[in-house]
Every structure is written in C-alpha cells, then in structure tokens.
C-alpha cells in the first residue's frame, strides 16, 4: 500500500507530493472538507484499507485548511493538474465545485461525491452515508427521546451551504410532526470550527434560557457544543445530540453532557467511497441509475435515479456501548 499523502492546500498548489506514483498506480484522491478533522482522518484510514486490499492504488489524502468552497477549488484544479485518475469529494457546497469538477471529468478524471454530495452535473455517482431520511428523523428523536413531555430545541450545523447538513435539516423538519411538543427554536452555524462552534452554542443557551437540547448534524459542533454546556453548568438542562465521532465524544456522554448520540462508521465510508472510485474509474462498473455495485466488504450499492447510493444505517452511542468504540474512531 502506498503511504497516504498529507497535503495542505499550499503543498498540492505547488505539486509537493512527497513521492511520485509509479507507471501503474491508480491514484485516487479523498478530498475532505478541511484537514485536520477526526471524521474525515478516520475515513482515510477506510481509503488506505481499500487500497490495500485492490493493490495498485495509492491515495492522496487533501483538502483546504478550511470550510470553503474557495479552498477546495484551489485543492481540485491541483489534483487536475497532477493528472490524478479519480476524485472522491466530500463537499462544501453544492454549486459552486461544479465547474471545477466538470473540467477534472473533461480531462477524463472519475468524480464522485461522498459525505457531502454536489450537484449532477458535477460528478458522476454520490454516496451518502446513510439514508437522508433516516438521519433526518435520527437526529430529532435522539433529542425528543429524552424530552416525553415535549421541549425547545436548537440546531448547531456547519455551513450555510454544506449540503449534507442542509438536507438532513429539511428531512428532520419533515417528520417534525411525529414529535409533538418539540419546537425548534433556531438554527446557527459553526463552520465546523471548533471555537466558532463553541461561542454559536453558547450563544443558543443564552437567547433561549429554557432550551432543553441542542442538535448538532455534525461532529465538529456536536463536540464544541456539550464543552459549552458544561462550561455554561448546564449538563442536565440542555443535552447535546446529532453526529458525532465515539472518540470524540466519550467525554461528554460520561459526564452527562450528552444522552446519546449516532454516526455511521467513518472508516466504512472512506472504504467504501474508495471502492466506488475504483469501479468507475477502471470501468468495471457504470454510473447510471440501477446500477449495483460492490464495494467490497460493505457489500453492494445500487444507484438510484439521481446516481446517489446509501451506505448503511446510522448506529446509536450511549453510556451503553460508548466503550466498545471510543478506542476505534
């Protein structure tokens, strides 16, 4: 297996890869909303897996050191430059990477979108992490499940234009009507950084003393938030749920701060996000609607009519189990 490339924006801008890919090598690049997150690490680690297992692939690992579309435009016409065989994109917004990624497939580049998808015409297959249904109505009962007798509830989520986010948010507000007694109270964004994230939390207990939980879709701000709870006294007033990493998140479950909480595993979806690359890119299999595709050990996807897939069922933590995975990812 070829060593995972860690590149900033500003060493793929240039062309510093730390060594060049043999004759052979299918190179695959994961391209992740911002490095230095522990979903997105974890997910390469799935990369590195399904790599290993196809033998001949070596993936670059990048992203911008940032939420922004900007960055990841720097970070695409690099990887088009260098000629890669495949982009794997977990996006930061849904439009403004189409253009790009519409050159990278021009040149005969696989596009595909994974975690945060882009629009159609923009990459080739998407693969979400799970149903967006399913994650919509999972993250407003895992905040109603505590509340039996109803309550006021906020959502912390990363950026306005992050797509996964934005449809989840529009599926839990869906199913709104299964939870009676539950009132959203507002929306903010932390830009899935963590301070921004933290004073966004903070900001939600104090314009609604009486919240009784905060919702976070992503595990950047579900963290920062039970930090605010507990720095604010409240553990027991306002819990914390959403998507959040085992690892990360065991501290806040064993001190109250969180309920539960659930995420798919991150290291599945870099794996499987891989294998879908690799099947399209050697043509072994084609995007279009009804196509099933294996992904090795995660089994097989079918693509449904916009090209998008779902990788599996988001899994629930709590003080129950939180132990069996906080040492894994």
Same mark, same amino acid.
């Given at each position: ?16 890869? %730390? ?7 299918? #190179?695959?690049?994961?391209?992740? $909303?911002?490095?230095? @997150? ?20 070596? @993936? ?13 435009? +720097?970070?695409? =016409?690099?990887?088009?430059?260098? =000629?890669?065989?495949?982009? &794997? @994109? ?11 990624? $519409? $050159?990278?497939?021009? #040149?005969?580049?696989?596009? @595909? ?9 923009? #990459? !080739?297959? /998407? ?5 967006? %249904? ?8 895992? %905040?109603?499940? /505590?509340?039996? +007798?109803?309550?006021?509830? &906020? ?15 529009? +599926? ?5 009507? =299964? ?19 933290? #004073? ?7 314009? *609604? ?27 027991? !007033? ?11 998140? %065991? ?13 798919? =595993? ?11 690359? *690799? ?6 299999? $084609?995007? +279009? ?41």
């Amino acid at each position: 297996m070829k060593l995972t490339k860690l590149l900033t924006t500003a060493a793929v801008a240039t062309g510093l890869f %730390a060594g060049a890919a043999q004759a052979d090598d299918m #190179r695959i690049a994961l391209v992740v $909303k911002a490095l230095g @997150i522990g979903f997105f690490e974890a997910a390469a680690k799935g990369a590195e897996e399904a790599a290993g297992e196809l033998g001949g692939v070596e @993936i670059i690992y990048t992203g911008p050191t940032d939420t922004t579309a900007e960055g990841q435009i +720097e970070v695409i =016409n690099s990887l088009i430059a260098q =000629n890669v065989d495949a982009i &794997a @994109i977990s996006a930061n917004d849904t439009d403004a990477l189409v253009p790009t990624l $519409k $050159k990278a497939m021009d #040149r005969g580049i696989t596009v @595909i979108s994974w975690d945060s998808g882009v629009a159609d015409d923009g #990459r !080739q297959a /998407h693969l979400n992490p799970s149903s967006n %249904a399913l994650i919509g109505n999972m993250i407003i009962k895992l %905040a109603a499940d /505590h509340l039996p +007798e109803g309550g006021d509830v &906020a959502v912390l989520s990363a950026t306005t234009t992050s797509t996964n986010q934005n449809i989840w948010i529009e +599926e839990m507000t869906k199913v709104m009507g =299964n939870y009676p007694g539950i009132n959203v109270v507002g929306t903010v964004y932390g830009d899935d950084l963590a301070d921004k994230s933290y #004073r966004e939390a903070t900001g939600l207990m104090q314009s *609604y003393p009486d919240l009784d939980a905060i919702i976070a879709p992503t595990s950047v701000g579900i963290v920062a938030a039970a930090q605010a709870v507990a720095d604010a006294g409240k553990i027991g !007033q306002v819990n914390v749920t959403g998507l959040g990493l085992p690892s990360e998140m %065991a501290g806040a479950i064993e001190s109250g701060a969180s309920q539960s909480f659930a995420i798919w =595993n991150p290291i599945d979806l870099g794996y499987s996000a891989t294998m879908l690359a *690799y099947q399209l890119a050697t043509e072994a299999a $084609k995007a +279009e609607p009804g196509a099933e595709i294996a992904i090795g050990r995660m089994g097989t996807i079918t693509l449904d009519e916009t090209n998008s897939a779902a990788m599996a069922d988001p899994f629930v933590y709590d003080s129950s189990n939180i132990d069996a995975f906080k040492d894994i990812f």
